[in-house]
């Protein structure tokens, strides 16, 4: 298995425990793929929760400008609903994984 595939099976494991879900692999995979090198980079591949800045950008880079959605206060709704869920306990959010919740949110897998 390659190293990325280890990452998609983590990622799954992280969904379903956290969010009690189970992965569309398809999905999954297709987000991973989409963000690139940044998955082995230690921190471009985690988000930090309580930083504003950082989700400012999950919502421009990602929701705007990657899903194609319209700015509003229900972006942030969304990114604050995703993080709760993952747990403010939790220090290691995976981007790959608040992507695809986000995704799957706003029923946006067919940009994949």
Same mark, same amino acid.
């Given at each position: 298995m390659?190293k990325?595939d280890?990452l998609i099976?983590?990622?799954?494991?992280?969904?379903?425990? /956290?969010f009690g &879900? !189970?992965a569309?692999?398809?999905l $999954?995979? %297709?987000?991973?793929v989409g963000l690139?090198?940044?998955?082995?980079n230690?921190?471009?591949?985690k988000v930090?929760?309580?930083?504003e /800045?950082?989700? &400012? !950008?999950?919502?421009?880079?990602? $929701?705007? %400008?990657?899903?194609?959605?319209?700015d509003g206060?229900q972006?942030?709704?969304a990114?604050k609903?995703?993080?709760d869920?993952?747990?403010?306990?939790?220090?290691?959010?995976?981007?790959?994984?608040?992507y695809?919740?986000?995704?799957?949110?706003?029923n946006?897998?067919?940009?994949?």
């Open positions: 390659s990325r280890d099976e983590k990622y799954a494991a992280d969904i379903k425990d /956290k &879900e !189970t569309d692999m398809d $999954l995979t %297709k987000v991973t690139g090198p940044s998955i082995y230690l921190d471009a591949s930090s929760g309580g930083d /800045k950082e989700l &400012e !950008t999950v919502k421009n880079n990602y $929701l705007i %400008k990657k899903l194609g959605l319209s206060p972006l942030m709704d990114i609903s995703v993080m869920k993952y747990g403010s306990a939790n220090r290691n959010k995976h981007r790959a994984v608040v695809y919740m986000l995704c799957k949110h706003f946006k897998a067919s940009v994949y």
